[in-house]
């Protein structure tokens, strides 16, 4: 019986050996089964549900084996599930239990939302998982980020001596096909083509102000929100400011140097007021003609709604670029207010969810006012529709 149920959780979870030594198979079934099974591989002895008991030390090895067995994905979507139906969270206080998990996006933002309670070795070691995570978030995202918000080019005129960071890699890489290299399966240009920089004054900047809502339903947006805003920051091409707001106000701006100092001065969860927000946001606002306010909430909003959709239409009669995005995140579609949605998108601001990987894209198209609702349409991207 003990074989087959262990022959069951390698193939419902993939394992990447299909060929594990006994011992290892009751280990990898009794990791599985402390949280998703019955009987004696349970935690504590219990039967029912398994339990992670409240040992670190147990939940450390438990953690341990779950990622010896399998994938970096698999080992997030088990950890995911023990911190909702386990309560992992409190646990994450324990530096020994941080130190084993897999950090992830969703980690990072769990980790915030304990902050305040944690012990300091813990929160010493959190800033070291977050710092992990940052790093990689930063090494997948700031290339494309940057390259697609980098105003100070002017994309008008070109030169054969291009800075490194101004190479147009399309064309390029065109115009020297016939250099390609098999043997290296790579082209080797022989001219490079890029775009030749014109100096800007500081007032002659877009200004980009990203307003997010840190309630707790939108916590993986604001990670990747702050990993935005801290690479648009280092940009000498763009001013960036980041706001963050549940029915208190954040104004992380001067913080983006640090994307992890910026996520540990979070404080995700508490209640929403949407209005008070963007009223600060377009304080801020100097020249609105120059301006892109990116709203980041779902638009459940605890204040006033009606005050909110007057103060959204009279940025955008202003000249400001409103784009509202309903989630940043990998998750899909999120849950949101369809009315107040509605209500939005009918001001002609484009309402819709974002993924991380198309966020440069957007930032590009909004920077040269391109039509946001053509760009969505061309990704495949579904905008909310105006109330009728």
């Given at each position: 019986?003990?074989?087959?149920?262990?022959?069951?959780?390698?193939?419902?979870?993939?394992?990447?050996?299909?060929?594990?030594?006994?011992?290892?198979?009751?280990?990898?079934?009794?990791?599985?089964?402390?949280l998703?099974?019955?009987g004696e591989g349970a935690a504590g002895g219990g039967k029912g549900r398994g339990s992670l008991a409240r040992s670190a030390p147990s939940v450390a090895r438990w953690l341990g084996d779950i990622r010896q067995f399998f994938p970096t994905s698999v080992v997030q979507v088990v950890q995911k599930d023990a911190m909702e139906r386990l309560g992992l969270q409190q646990m994450l206080l324990e530096p020994e239990l941080l130190a084993a998990v897999e950090a992830d996006v969703n980690l990072v933002a769990t980790l915030?939302?304990?902050?305040?309670?944690?012990?300091?070795?813990?929160?010493?070691?959190?800033?070291?998982?977050?710092?992990?995570?940052?790093?990689?978030?930063?090494?997948?995202?700031e290339q494309r980020t940057a390259e697609a918000v980098r105003g100070a080019v002017d994309r008008r005129r070109r030169t054969g001596r291009p800075r490194f960071p101004d190479i147009d890699w399309p064309r390029t890489i065109q115009a020297n096909l016939r250099h390609y290299q098999p043997a290296h399966r790579t082209v080797v240009p022989e001219r490079l083509i890029g775009f030749m920089r014109r100096q800007r004054r500081l007032v002659d900047l877009d200004e980009v102000v990203l307003c997010v809502d840190q309630s707790g339903s939108m916590a993986s947006s604001v990670v990747y929100a702050s990993i935005f805003a801290a690479?648009?920051?280092?940009?000498?091409?763009?001013?960036?400011?980041?706001?963050?707001?549940?029915?208190?106000?954040?104004?992380?701006?001067?913080?983006?140097?640090?994307?992890?100092?910026?996520?540990?001065?979070?404080?995700?969860?508490?209640?929403?007021?949407?209005?008070?927000?963007?009223?600060?946001?377009?304080?801020?606002?100097?020249?609105?003609?120059?301006?892109?306010?990116i709203l980041i909430t779902d638009l459940f909003e605890g204040g006033n709604s009606e005050a909110l959709v007057a103060r959204l239409a009279r940025l955008v009669a202003s000249g400001v670029n409103v784009i509202t995005l309903l989630a940043l995140s990998d998750d899909g579609r999120p849950a949101h207010d369809p009315m107040l949605s509605a209500r939005v998108a009918a001001l002609g601001v484009p309402v819709f969810a974002c993924t991380p990987d198309h966020f440069p894209a957007l930032m590009a198209a909004a920077l040269k006012r391109e039509?946001?609702?053509?760009?969505?349409a061309e990704a495949d991207i579904k905008v909310v529709r105006a109330a009728e």
């Amino acid at each position: 019986m003990n074989e087959e149920r262990e022959r069951r959780w390698r193939l419902a979870v993939g394992s990447e050996d299909d060929a594990l030594p006994q011992e290892d198979d009751r280990r990898l079934s009794k990791a599985l089964t402390m949280l998703y099974g019955e009987g004696e591989g349970a935690a504590g002895g219990g039967k029912g549900r398994g339990s992670l008991a409240r040992s670190a030390p147990s939940v450390a090895r438990w953690l341990g084996d779950i990622r010896q067995f399998f994938p970096t994905s698999v080992v997030q979507v088990v950890q995911k599930d023990a911190m909702e139906r386990l309560g992992l969270q409190q646990m994450l206080l324990e530096p020994e239990l941080l130190a084993a998990v897999e950090a992830d996006v969703n980690l990072v933002a769990t980790l915030i939302s304990l902050r305040s309670v944690m012990p300091a070795k813990a929160k010493a070691i959190a800033r070291e998982v977050i710092g992990k995570v940052v790093a990689a978030l930063m090494e997948r995202l700031e290339q494309r980020t940057a390259e697609a918000v980098r105003g100070a080019v002017d994309r008008r005129r070109r030169t054969g001596r291009p800075r490194f960071p101004d190479i147009d890699w399309p064309r390029t890489i065109q115009a020297n096909l016939r250099h390609y290299q098999p043997a290296h399966r790579t082209v080797v240009p022989e001219r490079l083509i890029g775009f030749m920089r014109r100096q800007r004054r500081l007032v002659d900047l877009d200004e980009v102000v990203l307003c997010v809502d840190q309630s707790g339903s939108m916590a993986s947006s604001v990670v990747y929100a702050s990993i935005f805003a801290a690479v648009m920051a280092s940009l000498p091409t763009v001013r960036t400011k980041l706001v963050c707001f549940d029915t208190a106000i954040l104004d992380l701006t001067e913080d983006l140097a640090d994307p992890v100092e910026v996520l540990f001065g979070v404080q995700l969860g508490g209640g929403t007021d949407i209005n008070q927000a963007v009223a600060y946001c377009e304080g801020r606002i100097e020249r609105p003609a120059r301006s892109h306010l990116i709203l980041i909430t779902d638009l459940f909003e605890g204040g006033n709604s009606e005050a909110l959709v007057a103060r959204l239409a009279r940025l955008v009669a202003s000249g400001v670029n409103v784009i509202t995005l309903l989630a940043l995140s990998d998750d899909g579609r999120p849950a949101h207010d369809p009315m107040l949605s509605a209500r939005v998108a009918a001001l002609g601001v484009p309402v819709f969810a974002c993924t991380p990987d198309h966020f440069p894209a957007l930032m590009a198209a909004a920077l040269k006012r391109e039509n946001v609702h053509d760009w969505a349409a061309e990704a495949d991207i579904k905008v909310v529709r105006a109330a009728e």
